[in-house]
């Protein structure tokens, strides 16, 4: 933990009351800083007495007038404040131990940290909060946290998360729900474990502690699986029993409650070959970052863009590489596209992800070295269009370090890495010559 102030922001509030970096911000109107959350929710209001601690040893008090959630303008060693919790469990199903070796450090760290959950929107298990945090929680009122629920049967949750002191997490949700705390829910549901009578069981429970808000997701399963516990992908009419499962108890809490509570992510409506819910069912799509109508979004959108796109006099023809799971549908909106301007060039082509494995079939999974190697050879037309997820927040590099750059000259053409929603697909496909 370092709450020494490495430097001070230029003209923040806390520059023009006389900060100095090398301090130690010890209180904040009369709160002890620990870490980030701390500072955040202590530092919010207009005015705010720090306690500093100089590099002499001597201890000063600072105060501060600022607009109300104006940010002090103070910087510390790390983003948290403090280090970063990994993750105490060994989930049956976790997707880091399913990885290939000679991948950069990063992507084997597991963290389970609460304060990435609210800051960032990070899922985690709850098991490595203290008692401390999760007062804290609740007497900040700290929403929403992002937590992975999976299964609420005591035994089986300690089992699936490898944890015989995972229990702890379960006690934290149901204190967090009674003290009105939001909470998204991510159920990574395990065929022959956690579906079935003890799905029914999880959404029962969770709807009578009326948690938030929960996402039911497919396991994902690599061909890397060497020594772990047998895990079998969710099939079709495992994934039509989901659907069912969670449309019962969303039926039930739109009755009582108002909220459906309970979404299932595309990825099951694909697997189960059954058209995706209207856009009412997602509820103002609560559960977006965890794949739940990602594509009834881009699709609505898309079709809405078409009535308004500039059409160039002369059009750029283009390829969008996707995932397996998700290229008929994008298939279908181009075909759309295309009815309605016959002139538009361009078609989608799935890729098979060799990298993971072929069970492994949405797009934001997919590596450079992949692509590169199925798209070769082929007519790609002007450009290759590929979708943002495919890479590291905030940079143009794929899983397995490829950037786009380099996939671009392999290619010999353009690629341009496309956003998330319908309208910038449709301005990426109407692009000019």
């Known amino acids: 933990m370092s709450t020494v102030i490495t430097s001070v922001d230029h003209r923040s509030p806390a520059q023009r009351a006389g900060v100095r970096p090398g301090e130690k911000l010890l209180t904040i109107n009369g709160h002890e800083i620990v870490d980030v959350l701390d500072y955040r929710f202590y530092g919010y209001d207009a005015k705010c007495r720090l306690e500093l601690l100089e590099p002499n040893g001597s201890v000063r008090n600072v105060q501060i007038k600022k607009e109300e959630g104006l940010d002090l303008g103070l910087n510390f060693d790390t983003y948290l404040m403090d280090e970063m919790r990994c993750c105490a469990n060994h989930c049956v199903f976790c997707f880091v131990d399913q990885m290939p070796p000679g991948m950069r450090q990063t992507l084997y760290f597991k963290d389970d940290d609460a304060r990435l959950s609210f800051l960032q929107g990070n899922y985690i298990t709850l098991t490595n909060l203290t008692e401390r945090e999760a007062q804290r929680i609740i007497d900040l009122r700290i929403s929403p946290i992002n937590v992975s629920v999976h299964t609420t049967d005591p035994q089986l949750h300690c089992t699936m998360l490898g944890n015989k002191n995972a229990l702890r997490s379960l006690d ?15 159920i990574v549901v395990c065929p022959g474990w956690n579906d079935g009578d003890q799905l029914r069981r999880t959404l029962r429970d969770l709807t009578e502690m009326q948690f938030s808000s929960c996402s039911l997701v497919p396991v994902g399963i690599t061909k890397y699986r060497q020594g772990l516990a047998k895990l079998r992908p969710v099939d079709a009419a495992t994934a039509a029993e989901i659907i069912d499962i969670a449309d019962e108890f969303g039926r039930e809490n739109l009755e009582r409650f108002g909220t459906r509570r309970f979404f299932c992510a595309d990825e099951l409506f694909l697997r189960a070959g059954r058209p995706l819910p209207e856009e009412d069912y997602y509820e103002g799509y609560r559960q977006l970052e ?10 609505d959108d898309f079709l809405a863009a078409l009535d308004t796109v500039d059409v160039p006099e002369e059009f750029s ?13 994008l298939t279908g909106l181009v075909q759309q596209a295309q009815a309605r301007f016959p002139d538009l060039r361009g078609e989608v082509v799935a890729i098979d992800n060799d990298f993971f494995g072929h069970t492994i079939d949405v797009a934001g999974l997919l590596t450079g070295q992949d692509i590169s190697a199925q798209l070769r050879g082929r007519d790609l037309g002007d450009r290759v269009l590929i979708p943002i997820h495919m890479m590291r927040h905030g940079e143009t590099v794929f899983l397995d370090d490829y950037t786009v750059e380099r996939l671009s000259r392999e290619l010999g053409v353009p690629v341009q890495v496309v956003d998330e929603d319908g309208f910038a697909l449709v301005d990426a496909m109407f692009a000019a010559e």
Do not use: D, E, H
């Open 290 to 299: 965890n794949g739940v109508g990602m594509l009834r979004s881009l699709g």
């Open 172 to 186: 934290y949700i149901r204190a967090f729900c009674k003290a009105g705390i939001v909470m998204n829910g991510q």
């Open 317 to 329: 023809s283009f390829t969008i590489a996707t995932g397996t799971a998700a290229a008929p549908f």
